[in-house]
């Protein structure tokens, strides 16, 4: 029973050790607050706020130089397209100019020597015609004075009896004939020369057209503005976890298990005395 006792002393003075070690460090693990962190990340979050803030502002301000320069760069292609353009249509109207300004003046040079060569050509023909015409009247007169002495002659050799009248005949035949083939030489030349036949005059120079331009390569495109890149929007800061409340000082302190069962001893032994 005294053993009983004595056990049951030092369970209980054990258990209350425990107790107030067990308080003990849960008041010393217990955190505190730590109010300077908590402003530190509410400063860094205004500080990036303030800094996203002005790279924005920026951004923007890029923006609206970025669609300007843009404009005038839309405006600027335009602008040397159009003048590409505009100096091409300029160049081809140039060389349809000389070209039709060359065929006009070939087709002159040949409609030239086309009709100096048929007035040339027609004069020729009327000429050689002229006196084809005039040697054929004089060969008519001609045969016809030659045919004349002939029958002349005749005529005079039916009634010619002696030799000398056979002879003065002859002799008139001959002289007729003779007279009138002067006449024909003389008459052939008041006709004059042959005409000569006219030489085709200079042919006009072969005709040389302008060589069509190539068109030339379009104009090279200037460089583009670059577009500005959006600043990065910070991260939205967490949140600082709240503080842990403190533990009650004037609290109990919280029993151990060895102390729970130092308390259901005694209150069985309380019971077995009342009984």
């Known amino acids: 029973m005294k053993t009983k006792k004595v056990l049951t002393a030092t369970l209980l003075s054990a258990g209350l050790m425990m107790g107030s070690v067990s308080s003990a460090s849960a008041e010393e693990s217990t955190p505190t607050p730590t109010p300077t962190s908590s402003a530190s990340a509410s400063a860094t979050a205004t500080a990036t706020a ?63 020597y086309l009709a100096a ?16 015409v005039g040697r054929q009247a004089v060969n008519t007169t001609f045969q016809a004075a030659v045919a004349k002495a002939i029958a002349d002659f005749k005529t005079s050799m039916v009634t010619a009896t002696t ?59 200037p460089v583009a503005p670059i577009k500005p890149i959006a600043p990065t929007k910070p991260v939205a800061s967490v949140k600082p976890l709240a503080p842990t409340k403190p533990a009650r000082t004037d609290s109990p302190p919280k029993k151990t298990p060895a102390a729970n069962a130092t308390e259901k001893t005694e209150n069985s032994k309380r019971n077995d005395k009342k009984r």
Do not use: F, H, M
Request: proline residues 7%; without cysteine.
């Open 117 to 132: 060569w048929k007035i040339a050509n027609e004069r020729y023909l009327l000429d050689s015609a002229a006196l084809k």
């Open 163 to 221: 030799a000398d009248q056979k002879s003065v005949a002859e002799t008139a035949r001959k002289a007729a004939i003779a007279a009138a083939t002067a006449g024909r030489k003389s008459a052939l030349d008041a006709l004059g020369p042959e005409p000569v036949r006219p030489s085709k005059p200079n042919v006009p120079t072969k005709l040389v057209l302008p060589v069509r331009p190539t068109k030339p390569a379009a104009p090279i495109k």
């Open 50 to 112: 303030t800094t996203y803030q002005a790279q924005l502002e920026a951004y923007k301000l890029a923006l609206v130089a970025y669609r300007t320069n843009l404009a005038k760069y839309g405006a600027a292609i335009k602008e040397s397209l159009k003048q590409y353009e505009e100096a091409w249509k300029l160049t081809l109207e140039q060389y349809e100019a000389a070209r039709k300004a060359a065929i006009a003046n070939y087709k002159a040079d040949t409609d030239k």
